[in-house]
């Protein structure tokens, strides 16, 4: 597998043009949250595809990056898998993060010849050629790519939940521990849908079912 040089991201990300052709890139997103399952992505991009628009998502606004899922969707193989709120808590966020990008991987149409996936961990998987690449979402473009329909998949997941959820406004903060959040865990409980691992859910044992 071709070296990457540890110099500009720019220089990468030319780099990645040359192994661009069936190279799949991976991501995860919903990590820290502490509701809901954690998502995966994996993406071939297509050759034409415009790789300067592929950026981090989570430097991309809402509906730029809505735009970008139905680009990446329509210009690649692509596949989105998940680890449930169950998972998360028998097998801990990251082996689950790693069973959903498992799953994201297998589900793909065709194999690809290579996987780079965020991060410096990866799933175990007997013959897949695999590397993990450190704050790969804003070097490679497939990884990139990954996150955004990734993100845009888990946030409207969330968003169905917190019309059924009132008062917690997971449908902005998205699970994650904002003071917002915490302040409404205080005054309502934790629900179904909480990581009863995460810390400070494990220290409540108010329940909102």
Do not use: C
Not at 91 to 108: E, F, G, H, T, V
Not at 148 to 158: G, L, M, S, Y
Not at 174 to 201: E, V, W
């Amino acid at each position: 597998m071709a070296r990457f040089k540890k110099n500009k991201t720019k220089n990468i990300r030319s780099e990645y043009k040359n192994l661009m052709k069936n190279t799949a890139g991976v991501d995860e997103v919903g990590r820290g949250s502490l509701i809901g399952p954690v998502y995966a992505a994996a993406v071939i991009l297509n050759k034409n595809i415009n790789i300067n628009l592929l950026k981090d998502s989570k430097s991309i606004k809402k509906k730029k990056r809505e735009t970008l899922s139905k680009y990446i969707k329509n210009n690649s193989t692509w596949a989105i898998a998940k680890a449930s709120k169950n998972e998360i808590e028998r097998i801990n966020i990251l082996q689950a993060s790693l069973l959903a990008m498992k799953r994201a991987i297998k589900k793909l149409k065709k194999k690809p010849s290579q996987i780079l996936v965020d991060g410096n961990k990866i799933p175990k998987m007997k013959n897949y050629k695999m590397k993990a690449v450190i704050k790969g979402d804003s070097k490679i473009p497939a990884i990139s790519a990954a996150s955004i329909i990734a993100k845009v998949a888990r946030d409207n997941f969330i968003i169905s939940l917190s019309k059924k959820n009132k008062g917690y406004n997971w449908d902005k903060n998205f699970g994650y521990g904002t003071k917002q959040h915490l302040k409404a865990i205080k005054k309502l409980g934790i629900t179904k849908h909480h990581r009863k691992t995460f810390s400070p859910i494990s220290e409540i044992s108010t329940y909102n079912i």
